[in-house]
């Protein structure tokens, strides 16, 4: 799809580009918390998905963990993307 400027479309400023169903998306860390690294990766997902709307994907920053009794916790440090949502005021 091609570039075209907003100056095409009234009431953008000129010459700032557009690409027609562009979307913006934000990220998110979380950390979530799990007996495997997937089951941590997966609680922080999931939370996300509870309050977030649009979620199109992650990336896992870091792993760490702690052991307690014998027993490993591991701790998943994730960004989450989703796309803005567009509101109309009024």
Known sequence: MAFHWTDQRPGHPARRPYRPGM???????????GATVEEAVAEAIDRAGLTLDGVTRFEVVALSGS????????????????????????
């Open 23 to 33: 979307a913006v998306q934000k990220a998110i860390d979380l950390t979530g918390t």
């Open 67 to 90: 052991v307690s009794d014998g027993r490993v916790l591991y701790e998943a440090h994730v960004r989450v993307w989703f796309v803005l949502l567009e509101r109309v005021h009024g």
